[in-house]
């Protein structure tokens, strides 16, 4: 009898414990973070095993890239009315509802002002600008990230403009927002397409070209390419930063210190003297040079890596450079 006893005892603990464990498996369980792409939200979208009423509506979206919280209480309640096996652990559970979209940017908003402020008669060489920097459309992950601009007045003399957009475009249901700016104009200029050492020839290869509002230049900035173009930086380089005046330079072709060859020509002889160099000096330019052992110091205009040129113009010239010869 107490082997019976015993037995009924363990066959009704493990038939709690599997009733427990059935009721566990069928109980709903919270999203507590959920993404959803239309106008309503689904009982389905906040429990999962919420049988055979997941597709109740409960409650409206969110705008598109906006987000819900439902706190405890509002969960609780909702889970009672559909008869759901749950309730919150704690007053501080909460479900966040996040609405799925496409989204515009401003860059995309501002071509498509720049379209129709163009065919106001604005120059070609212009940009648009928006009062709002920040701006960012967002439509329903099933809608086209498009957007259309339906009104616009645009002032020549002040550059200013105030539109009324609409998106996604063409859309009947479309949202509408007023905005406004200005344009500007722009020049294209060339910039580093990568970075540059110290000491690199500059080429085509290295430059790329961007659009720069006019006011922002100034005359320390490179425009053109052949203010670049077989120059080299003083200094490293970054990708995309404009190019200044003052931190390109031809490159060296004599170092200071370093020896020199010194070439005199006239209409009757060549003569070539060695010397050193007091100066760094690119092609072109006039450096000085100085014979080591008389002291003597010529000018001369390099045409070469080690070399320069002396005119025979000048006597002073020409007697320094015999003394440089001969010694």
Do not use: C
Not at 64 to 78: C, D, H, I, M, N
Not at 136 to 147: E, Y
């Amino acid at each position: 009898m107490r082997y019976l006893t015993k037995t009924l005892s363990f066959g009704l603990v493990g038939l709690v414990m599997t009733l427990a464990s059935v009721a566990q498996v069928n109980s709903a369980v919270l999203n507590e973070r959920i993404k959803v792409t239309d106008k309503y939200i689904l009982l389905g979208d906040l429990f999962d095993n919420a049988g055979e009423k997941a597709d109740k509506a409960v409650a409206y979206s969110p705008r598109p890239g906006k987000s819900t919280v439902f706190e405890a209480r509002w969960l609780y309640k909702v889970a009672r009315s559909y008869k759901l096996e749950w309730r919150p652990e704690d007053i501080n559970v909460r479900a966040v509802v996040v609405r799925d979209s496409n989204v515009i940017y401003r860059a995309q908003v501002e071509e498509e002002l720049l379209n129709a402020i163009l065919e106001q008669g604005a120059p070609k060489s212009s940009v648009v600008q928006i009062n709002n920097r920040t701006l960012k459309i967002h439509v329903n992950a099933d809608q086209a990230p498009s957007v259309e601009v339906e009104e616009i007045q645009y002032d020549k003399k002040s550059r200013r403009f105030t539109a009324i957009i609409a998106a996604p475009a063409g859309d009947p249901s479309a949202q509408r927002f007023r905005v406004s700016g200005r344009t500007h104009a722009v020049q294209e200029i060339p910039v580093p397409a990568h970075r540059i050492r110290k000491g690199e020839i500059i080429s085509e290869n290295d430059i790329q070209w961007i659009k720069v509002r006019l006011d922002r230049l100034d005359s320390n900035t490179v425009v053109s390419l052949d203010q670049v173009l077989g120059m080299t930086p003083k200094r490293a380089l970054r990708e995309g930063v404009s190019f200044r005046v003052r931190d390109v330079q031809r490159p060296i072709a004599v170092t200071k210190r370093s020896l020199v060859t010194l070439i005199l020509q006239t209409p009757l002889m060549t003569m070539t003297a060695k010397g050193k160099s007091l100066d760094n000096g690119a092609k072109g330019e006039t450096i000085r040079v100085v014979n080591t052992k008389s002291k003597a110091i010529v000018e001369a205009v390099v045409i070469g890596p080690g070399q320069a040129s002396v005119t025979s113009n000048s006597a002073t010239n020409s007697a320094k450079i015999r003394r440089l010869a001969m010694n």
